[in-house]
């Protein structure tokens, strides 16, 4: 079974808009963590940032913004006022406290254009 | 950058080849991990060792191995090639290999299978 879901395929924005990135997970484990990745158009993969199940505060990072929801079993991703340097594939990941693997969801291609 | 050093960056051979993929980890990292990124299967977790030591085995083939040596750097084995071998092989490293750890992605190995 997908334990990371990440419903959206492609978003294609236009500069400037905000754009959310949606990631649920599943797990039967208590404590995870809970990750973004970043891989741009180069290829290699870039940490962004990583939340434990146990803090369910909002982190923001100059125009990144995380949405941990542990009722919803969701962790979203939003992006304010987008710039095409943005332009990515962006992956969630888990990790749960019984395995030492991330378990990545299918990623979601963003396209943002001047 | 990460501090994870791959080589090479590119590799093309033939099917029934053998390949080997090599990695450094980020200074101080102890665990290293494999994972394999195809557009059929999405990111996927091979292997991870630690400190030598093989830790966790995923989605990896018997034609596959890898090992971890005692100045950390790591190598994966791919023999046998086949077509559907083709994809893009990351290495990442963490500190301890535990869940709790983030793990920092090198800059991947593009394999091509002709």
């Known amino acids: 079974a997908q334990k990371v879901t990440q419903a959206q395929t492609e978003i294609s924005v236009v500069e400037k808009e905000d754009v959310t990135l949606d990631c649920v997970y599943e797990?039967?484990?208590?404590?995870?963590?809970l990750f973004w990745y970043k891989q741009p158009p180069s290829g290699e993969l870039v940490f962004l940032i990583r939340r434990n199940s146990f803090d369910e505060q909002n982190e923001i990072s100059g125009r990144y913004s995380w949405n941990f929801q542990k009722s919803t079993s969701s962790f979203n991703f939003t992006i304010t006022a987008s710039q095409v340097v943005d332009s990515a594939v962006y992956f969630c990941a888990l990790s749960e406290a019984s395995g030492y693997a991330l378990n990545f969801g299918k990623g979601t291609s963003l396209l943002v254009t001047p | 950058d990460s501090g994870v050093t791959q080589t090479p960056k590119h590799l093309i051979t033939a099917t029934g080849q053998r390949v080997t993929l090599r990695c450094s980890p980020r200074s101080g990292d102890l665990s290293v991990y494999w994972y394999q990124q195809s557009l059929d299967q999405g990111l996927q977790f091979l292997i991870q060792y630690y400190n030598g030591e093989e830790r966790a085995k995923g989605n990896i083939l018997e034609r596959f191995s890898a090992q971890q040596f005692p100045d950390l750097h790591s190598e994966l084995n791919l023999s046998s090639l086949e077509l559907g071998d083709s994809a893009l092989y990351f290495c990442?490293?963490?500190?301890?290999?535990?869940?709790?750890?983030?793990?920092?992605f090198g800059p991947g190995t593009r394999l091509t299978v002709l």
């Open positions: 990442a490293s963490s500190v301890e290999g535990m869940s709790t750890d983030t793990q920092y």
């Open positions: 797990t039967r484990d208590t404590t995870y963590y």
